[in-house]
């Protein structure tokens, strides 16, 4: 039988990218056991048939070590794109008028195509077009079905295929392309746990998401455009989670906003119990260089000061020169930040209500126990992981075991602040659940003889949703003794 896996010493999670730098089966594992606790597979580059060795490494390393290993497919979204030009390449004067249009004809310095009609439909005079990653900025001046007649407000050299972003529209556009579509139901046909949305510009845009899903991994928005933040807690209702996609986000409105807005979209996340996560160029510097600025570092430590579920890495683990180097930098700089006396306080400026129901009540009874008795663990019984996603929005200062017969429950966990995720056999008594708490906290590593733990479940057992029981139970050395070396479930 594999070797139990200790929970990690920190409670926020690293989410690491894979690509052409760490693409093989010994790099994957090299970088989980530099701290990598999940997965990201970017859908945008490459075919599907190359994404097929990552699932089946991912799934041969978890059954080495035993643990359940959470796996993430982002999908690409629909892409703006102005058309080509007859030279490949113009340079747009600031003050000059420039025009997009429907002609499929090459460009020149006075036009282009724009081969997107959402856009003309939406479009509004004032709107700005930001272009290759906002260098360039147009602001339009008149509207037709067929035209964008537009100021060049910063100018610069344009070339073929050029990216377009539009901060000032809600474009309608579907966040689901044909190739979208296509990548996720070969996503959940692989078994990735998290599918990642991208283009999400209101509630609605999850909807059809949702139903392809058809319930076989969790729904993740990405937000990344300024229509989503002023819908943030619709879309918060529809999704199992949330990213912070810094990148588009900076590029569509002012970078001196973004910092305010990844705090906003934090603390409304964590608020509704949703896994948020923390992206784009935390250690971009480790992309080419070994060791991170300290600006970079700081980055990274107010994203775990915040409390956010995960932070992800990007180029720097999936193209960088330093994939290894970057997890055990992000793992490094987490786990010094959580061992800062000041982070538990920190961590709860967030204030989490509960629901008026039982199981949040008993959540955050379950964290405030476990700081007035000092316990070591909180260890809760799930199937849906509910229970446990209620515990971790507490933000408890202990970690959470959770013990669950569902392999997916398990490696969907996996994006979950605090949580050490066991698929086990399930319970069928009172009796049962207190002795197998113990020996799983013991197995774990989370607790020892003279210990208490917290044990939360749902009585009668096996019912999703009837969480209504809160234990205290002292590990106990004679009680233990039988355990040592026990491996049974």
């Known amino acids: 039988m594999t070797q139990a896996i200790s929970p990690r010493s920190r409670k926020v999670r690293v989410l690491a990218t894979l690509g052409p730098a760490s693409a093989s089966p010994e790099m994957i594992e090299k970088l989980f056991r530099a701290g990598a606790d999940a997965f990201r597979i970017n859908m945008s580059h490459g075919d599907q048939a190359s994404k097929i060795p990552l699932f089946e490494a991912i799934r041969a390393m978890e059954a080495t070590t035993g643990r359940p290993t959470t796996i993430l497919a982002d999908l690409q979204g629909p892409k703006l794109r102005v058309g080509k030009f007859a030279e490949g390449k113009v340079m747009l004067v600031t003050g000059h008028q420039f025009t997009l249009d429907r002609d499929p004809t090459p460009g020149d310095a006075t036009r282009v195509e724009l081969p997107h009609r959402e856009i003309f439909e939406a479009a509004h005079a004032d709107a700005r077009l930001l272009l290759d990653d906002g ?252 229970t446990a996603r209620r515990i971790a929005r507490e933000r408890p200062l202990v970690p959470i075991l959770v013990l669950t017969p569902e392999r997916d429950t398990a490696r969907r966990l996996g994006l979950l602040w605090g949580t050490h995720a066991v698929q086990t056999r399930d319970v069928e008594s009172f009796e049962e659940m207190v002795a197998k708490a113990k020996r799983m906290a013991l197995r774990h590593g989370l607790a020892k003889a003279g210990d208490r733990v917290i044990v939360c479940a749902g009585v009668p057992f096996k019912t999703p949703g009837s969480t209504n029981v809160l234990h205290v139970v002292t590990l106990l050395g004679d009680e233990l003794a039988g355990y040592q070396g026990s491996e049974g479930n």
């Open 135 to 386: 260098k360039l900025v147009l602001r339009v001046t008149d509207v037709t079905p067929d035209r964008l007649t537009t100021i060049v407000e910063v100018g610069g050299a344009l070339s073929n295929n050029k990216g377009l972003n539009v901060p000032d529209m809600v474009l309608p556009l579907a966040a689901l392309t044909e190739k979208d579509r296509s990548d996720l139901s070969f996503a959940v046909e692989q078994g990735a746990d998290w599918i990642a949305l991208s283009f999400v510009q209101r509630p609605e845009d999850l909807m059809e998401a949702r139903r392809l899903i058809g319930g076989k991994a969790a729904l993740l928005a990405k937000i990344e455009k300024p229509s989503a933040i002023a819908r943030l807690d619709e879309i918060l209702e529809q999704c199992d989670g949330v990213m912070v996609a810094r990148g588009d986000l900076g590029v569509e409105l002012p970078p001196q906003t973004v910092p305010p807005l990844q705090k906003r979209i934090v603390e409304s996340a964590r608020r509704l119990g949703r896994p948020v996560i923390v992206a784009t160029q935390m250690l971009e510097s480790m992309i080419e260089s070994p060791s991170p600025t300290r600006a970079e570092v700081s980055d990274v430590a107010t994203a775990v000061y915040d409390g956010a579920d995960a932070i992800m890495l990007s180029a720097e683990s999936a193209a960088g020169k330093w994939p290894i180097e970057s997890v055990s930098m992000m793992n490094s700089i987490a786990d010094a930040v959580e061992r800062d006396p000041a982070h538990g306080d920190r961590v709860h400026f967030t204030v989490t209500k509960p629901d008026p129901t039982t199981a949040d009540a008993l959540a955050e009874a379950a964290k405030n126990i476990a700081a007035t008795v000092s316990a070591s663990a909180i260890i809760c019984f799930t199937s849906s992981g509910s």
